[in-house]
Protein backbone atom coordinates (compact mmCIF):
# COMPACT_ATOMS: atom_id res chain seq x y z
CA UNK A 1 0.00 0.00 0.00
CA UNK A 2 1.37 3.38 -0.43
CA UNK A 3 0.71 6.36 1.79
CA UNK A 4 0.33 10.04 0.51
CA UNK A 5 1.97 12.04 3.18
CA UNK A 6 1.23 15.92 2.71
CA UNK A 7 3.37 18.14 5.40
CA UNK A 8 6.88 17.59 6.39
CA UNK A 9 6.49 19.48 9.89
CA UNK A 10 8.13 18.08 13.00
CA UNK A 11 5.25 15.17 13.48
CA UNK A 12 4.56 14.77 9.39
CA UNK A 13 8.61 14.29 8.80
CA UNK A 14 8.69 11.61 11.72
CA UNK A 15 5.41 10.10 10.76
CA UNK A 16 6.88 9.44 7.28
CA UNK A 17 10.05 7.79 8.47
CA UNK A 18 7.76 5.42 10.43
CA UNK A 19 5.44 4.45 7.81
CA UNK A 20 8.50 4.08 5.76
CA UNK A 21 9.97 1.59 8.27
CA UNK A 22 7.15 -0.38 8.74
CA UNK A 23 6.71 -1.74 4.75
CA UNK A 24 4.19 1.07 3.56
CA UNK A 25 5.37 3.04 0.77
CA UNK A 26 5.57 7.00 1.22
CA UNK A 27 4.70 9.38 -1.16
CA UNK A 28 5.79 12.56 0.33
CA UNK A 29 5.12 16.43 -0.06
CA UNK A 30 5.82 19.79 2.18
CA UNK A 31 5.23 23.47 0.61
CA UNK A 32 8.78 24.19 1.18
CA UNK A 33 11.38 22.13 -1.07
CA UNK A 34 13.84 21.88 1.75
CA UNK A 35 12.20 19.56 3.83
CA UNK A 36 11.32 17.29 0.55
CA UNK A 37 15.08 17.72 -0.21
CA UNK A 38 16.20 16.30 3.33
CA UNK A 39 13.58 13.40 3.21
CA UNK A 40 14.25 11.90 -0.35
CA UNK A 41 17.87 11.57 1.52
CA UNK A 42 16.60 9.45 4.09
CA UNK A 43 15.11 7.39 1.59
CA UNK A 44 11.62 8.46 0.74
CA UNK A 45 9.95 9.49 -2.13
CA UNK A 46 9.75 13.10 -1.88
CA UNK A 47 7.65 15.36 -4.36
CA UNK A 48 7.76 18.79 -5.14
CA UNK A 49 4.11 19.31 -6.13
CA UNK A 50 0.77 17.82 -4.86
CA UNK A 51 0.24 16.45 -8.95
CA UNK A 52 3.73 14.66 -8.99
CA UNK A 53 2.44 13.17 -5.88
CA UNK A 54 -1.18 11.79 -6.68
CA UNK A 55 0.08 10.80 -9.55
CA UNK A 56 2.67 8.15 -8.00
CA UNK A 57 -0.42 6.90 -5.45
CA UNK A 58 -2.11 3.39 -5.77
CA UNK A 59 -5.49 3.60 -7.97
CA UNK A 60 -7.52 4.14 -4.44
CA UNK A 61 -5.79 7.30 -3.04
CA UNK A 62 -4.56 7.06 0.47
CA UNK A 63 -3.82 11.11 1.85
CA UNK A 64 -2.48 11.92 5.00
CA UNK A 65 -2.57 15.49 5.80
CA UNK A 66 0.00 16.61 8.50
CA UNK A 67 -0.58 20.83 8.18
CA UNK A 68 -2.03 22.91 10.72
CA UNK A 69 -5.22 23.39 11.54
CA UNK A 70 -7.71 25.72 9.72
CA UNK A 71 -7.94 27.28 6.66
CA UNK A 72 -4.49 25.36 5.65
CA UNK A 73 -6.56 21.97 5.64
CA UNK A 74 -9.54 23.44 3.72
CA UNK A 75 -6.34 24.42 1.20
CA UNK A 76 -4.69 21.42 0.68
CA UNK A 77 -8.18 19.26 0.77
CA UNK A 78 -9.25 21.74 -2.93
CA UNK A 79 -6.13 21.12 -4.21
CA UNK A 80 -6.52 17.83 -3.93
CA UNK A 81 -10.11 17.31 -4.94
CA UNK A 82 -9.92 17.12 -9.02
CA UNK A 83 -6.91 14.26 -8.30
CA UNK A 84 -8.93 12.50 -6.41
CA UNK A 85 -12.25 10.02 -7.44
CA UNK A 86 -14.80 7.88 -5.01
CA UNK A 87 -13.77 6.00 -2.87
CA UNK A 88 -10.24 7.21 -2.16
CA UNK A 89 -9.51 8.38 1.46
CA UNK A 90 -8.02 11.66 3.39
CA UNK A 91 -6.86 11.37 6.73
CA UNK A 92 -6.28 14.86 8.33
CA UNK A 93 -4.06 14.18 11.37
CA UNK A 94 -3.63 17.49 13.22
CA UNK A 95 -4.85 19.05 15.91
CA UNK A 96 -8.45 19.99 14.24
CA UNK A 97 -11.00 21.25 16.10
CA UNK A 98 -13.81 18.39 16.02
CA UNK A 99 -16.99 20.44 14.51
CA UNK A 100 -14.35 21.38 11.59
CA UNK A 101 -13.66 17.63 10.92
CA UNK A 102 -17.81 16.96 10.89
CA UNK A 103 -17.96 19.47 8.33
CA UNK A 104 -14.91 18.44 5.84
CA UNK A 105 -16.36 14.92 6.48
CA UNK A 106 -19.82 15.82 5.39
CA UNK A 107 -18.52 18.29 2.48
CA UNK A 108 -16.31 14.75 1.37
CA UNK A 109 -19.04 12.26 1.59
CA UNK A 110 -20.69 14.25 -1.13
CA UNK A 111 -18.25 13.80 -3.22
CA UNK A 112 -17.62 9.97 -2.54
CA UNK A 113 -14.46 11.02 -0.77
CA UNK A 114 -13.86 9.61 2.65
CA UNK A 115 -12.48 11.43 5.37
CA UNK A 116 -10.54 10.13 8.41
CA UNK A 117 -9.38 12.54 11.46
CA UNK A 118 -6.83 11.00 13.23
CA UNK A 119 -6.03 12.39 16.70
CA UNK A 120 -2.56 11.45 16.73
CA UNK A 121 -0.59 11.13 20.37
CA UNK A 122 2.95 10.72 21.59
CA UNK A 123 4.75 13.83 20.18
CA UNK A 124 7.65 13.08 18.12
CA UNK A 125 9.08 10.45 19.33
CA UNK A 126 5.77 8.45 19.12
CA UNK A 127 5.02 9.33 15.27
CA UNK A 128 8.67 8.25 14.80
CA UNK A 129 8.41 4.69 16.46
CA UNK A 130 5.10 4.34 17.36
CA UNK A 131 1.86 6.85 17.73
CA UNK A 132 -1.28 6.60 19.64
CA UNK A 133 -3.95 7.42 17.15
CA UNK A 134 -8.05 7.88 17.66
CA UNK A 135 -9.59 7.46 14.25
CA UNK A 136 -12.95 8.99 13.55
CA UNK A 137 -14.79 7.97 10.09
CA UNK A 138 -16.38 5.48 8.04
CA UNK A 139 -16.39 1.93 9.44
CA UNK A 140 -15.57 0.49 5.81
CA UNK A 141 -12.54 2.97 5.07
CA UNK A 142 -11.06 2.20 8.64
CA UNK A 143 -10.94 -1.22 8.07
CA UNK A 144 -9.25 -0.24 5.12
CA UNK A 145 -6.48 1.00 6.40
CA UNK A 146 -6.57 -1.25 10.37
CA UNK A 147 -3.72 -3.09 9.29
CA UNK A 148 -1.79 0.17 8.70
CA UNK A 149 -3.44 1.94 11.54
CA UNK A 150 -1.91 -0.92 14.01
CA UNK A 151 1.33 -0.74 12.23
CA UNK A 152 2.27 2.37 13.30
CA UNK A 153 0.88 2.67 16.40
CA UNK A 154 2.24 1.26 19.84
CA UNK A 155 0.42 -1.96 21.25
CA UNK A 156 -3.46 -0.98 22.38
CA UNK A 157 -2.87 2.02 20.32
CA UNK A 158 -5.12 2.39 17.92
CA UNK A 159 -8.96 2.73 18.47
CA UNK A 160 -11.45 3.65 16.02
CA UNK A 161 -13.57 6.08 18.17
CA UNK A 162 -16.45 6.32 15.69
CA UNK A 163 -18.18 8.67 13.24
CA UNK A 164 -16.12 11.47 11.71
CA UNK A 165 -15.09 14.14 14.06
CA UNK A 166 -14.92 12.00 17.37
CA UNK A 167 -11.20 10.97 16.85
CA UNK A 168 -10.56 14.83 16.90
CA UNK A 169 -12.97 15.39 19.27
CA UNK A 170 -11.49 12.35 21.78
CA UNK A 171 -7.93 13.58 21.30
CA UNK A 172 -9.46 17.53 21.96
CA UNK A 173 -10.29 15.55 25.51
CA UNK A 174 -6.77 14.02 25.86
CA UNK A 175 -4.88 17.55 25.47
CA UNK A 176 -7.14 18.79 28.07
CA UNK A 177 -6.34 16.57 30.23
CA UNK A 178 -2.58 16.89 29.12
CA UNK A 179 -2.82 20.58 30.35
CA UNK A 180 -3.85 19.76 33.75
CA UNK A 181 -1.07 17.02 34.22
CA UNK A 182 1.32 19.35 32.95
CA UNK A 183 0.39 22.14 35.39
CA UNK A 184 0.46 19.99 38.48
CA UNK A 185 4.16 18.90 37.44
CA UNK A 186 5.18 22.23 37.28
CA UNK A 187 3.32 23.12 40.35
CA UNK A 188 4.87 20.45 42.18
CA UNK A 189 8.60 21.22 40.64
CA UNK A 190 7.86 25.03 42.09
CA UNK A 191 7.02 23.85 45.68
CA UNK A 192 10.25 21.67 45.25
CA UNK A 193 12.49 24.70 44.39
CA UNK A 194 11.11 26.78 47.01
CA UNK A 195 11.72 24.39 49.73
CA UNK A 196 14.43 24.71 52.13
CA UNK A 197 16.46 21.52 50.19
CA UNK A 198 18.95 21.78 47.60
CA UNK A 199 17.66 18.94 45.09
CA UNK A 200 18.40 17.53 41.99
CA UNK A 201 15.10 18.11 40.09
CA UNK A 202 16.08 15.74 37.43
CA UNK A 203 17.12 13.19 39.45
CA UNK A 204 13.81 13.54 41.38
CA UNK A 205 12.04 13.42 38.14
CA UNK A 206 13.77 10.03 37.16
CA UNK A 207 12.60 8.47 40.21
CA UNK A 208 9.07 9.50 40.28
CA UNK A 209 9.56 7.67 36.67
CA UNK A 210 10.20 4.47 38.41
CA UNK A 211 8.04 2.96 40.58
CA UNK A 212 5.72 5.74 41.69
CA UNK A 213 2.30 6.61 40.79
CA UNK A 214 2.78 9.65 38.92
CA UNK A 215 5.51 7.75 36.83
CA UNK A 216 4.75 7.89 33.24
CA UNK A 217 5.66 9.50 30.16
CA UNK A 218 5.41 13.12 31.04
CA UNK A 219 7.45 12.83 34.05
CA UNK A 220 10.32 10.77 32.10
CA UNK A 221 10.56 13.92 29.41
CA UNK A 222 10.22 16.13 33.01
CA UNK A 223 13.35 14.78 33.49
CA UNK A 224 14.98 15.11 30.09
CA UNK A 225 13.82 19.10 30.18
CA UNK A 226 16.19 19.51 33.15
CA UNK A 227 18.89 17.21 31.56
CA UNK A 228 18.67 19.60 28.55
CA UNK A 229 18.03 22.89 30.17
CA UNK A 230 19.60 22.80 33.80
CA UNK A 231 17.92 24.61 36.35
CA UNK A 232 16.03 26.38 33.42
CA UNK A 233 17.36 29.40 34.05
CA UNK A 234 17.87 30.74 30.82
CA UNK A 235 13.88 29.51 29.98
CA UNK A 236 11.33 32.66 29.45
CA UNK A 237 8.60 31.20 31.22
CA UNK A 238 6.01 31.77 28.48
CA UNK A 239 3.20 28.55 27.88
CA UNK A 240 1.84 29.09 24.46
CA UNK A 241 -1.71 27.63 24.14
CA UNK A 242 -2.47 25.65 20.86
CA UNK A 243 -5.78 25.75 21.07
CA UNK A 244 -7.12 21.86 22.16
CA UNK A 245 -7.41 23.26 25.89
CA UNK A 246 -9.21 26.29 24.95
CA UNK A 247 -11.81 24.03 22.80
CA UNK A 248 -12.04 21.54 25.66
CA UNK A 249 -12.75 24.34 28.52
CA UNK A 250 -15.92 25.46 25.88
CA UNK A 251 -16.90 22.27 25.05
CA UNK A 252 -16.80 21.51 29.21
CA UNK A 253 -18.92 25.00 29.45
CA UNK A 254 -21.46 23.96 26.59
CA UNK A 255 -22.16 20.29 27.86
CA UNK A 256 -22.50 21.84 31.66
CA UNK A 257 -19.55 19.69 32.87
CA UNK A 258 -17.06 21.11 35.70
CA UNK A 259 -13.37 21.01 34.72
CA UNK A 260 -11.88 23.36 37.05
CA UNK A 261 -7.87 21.86 36.99
CA UNK A 262 -8.07 21.89 32.96
CA UNK A 263 -10.09 25.80 32.99
CA UNK A 264 -7.25 26.71 35.54
CA UNK A 265 -4.07 25.00 33.51
CA UNK A 266 -5.74 26.87 30.29
CA UNK A 267 -5.73 30.28 32.07
CA UNK A 268 -2.07 29.74 33.60
CA UNK A 269 -1.20 29.52 30.13
CA UNK A 270 -2.49 32.77 29.65
CA UNK A 271 -1.09 34.53 32.47
CA UNK A 272 1.75 33.06 31.84
CA UNK A 273 2.74 35.70 29.12
CA UNK A 274 3.65 38.04 32.22
CA UNK A 275 4.90 35.91 34.70
CA UNK A 276 8.42 34.81 36.23
CA UNK A 277 7.03 31.51 37.96
CA UNK A 278 9.66 28.35 37.75
CA UNK A 279 6.22 26.01 37.14
CA UNK A 280 5.67 27.98 34.16
CA UNK A 281 8.99 27.17 33.19
CA UNK A 282 9.00 23.47 33.67
CA UNK A 283 5.57 23.24 31.64
CA UNK A 284 7.28 25.29 28.84
CA UNK A 285 10.47 22.81 29.06
CA UNK A 286 7.97 20.25 28.92
CA UNK A 287 6.18 20.84 25.82
CA UNK A 288 9.35 21.31 24.09
CA UNK A 289 10.37 17.82 24.91
CA UNK A 290 7.53 16.07 23.81
CA UNK A 291 6.68 18.38 20.42
CA UNK A 292 8.96 20.80 19.85
CA UNK A 293 7.12 23.19 20.89
CA UNK A 294 9.00 26.71 20.55
CA UNK A 295 10.89 27.35 23.69
CA UNK A 296 11.38 30.87 24.70
CA UNK A 297 14.59 31.39 25.93
CA UNK A 298 16.79 34.59 26.99
Known sequence: MKIGIIGLGKMGYNLALNIHDKGFEV?????????VDEIIKDGINGHYTIESLTDA????????????????VDSVIEELLPRLKTGDIIIDGGNSKYEDSIARGNYLHQKGIYFLDAGTSGGIEGARNGACIMVGGDTDAVAYLEDFFKAITVGDGFLHTGVCGSGHYV??????????????????????????FDLDYSAVAKVWSNGSIIRGLLMELTEQAFINNGNLENIIPIIDAQGEGQWTVEE??????????IANSLFVRYASKDSDKFSDKVVAALRNEFGGHKLHVK
Not at 27 to 35: G, I, M, T, V
Not at 62 to 70: D, E, Q, S, Y
Request: hydrophobic content about 45%; aromatic content about 6%; charged content about 25%.
Open 27 to 35: QAYNRSNEK
Open 57 to 72: LDDRKVIWLMVPAGEA
Open 252 to 261: AIRLNVSVPV
Open 171 to 196: KMIHNGIEYGMMQAIGEGFNILKESR
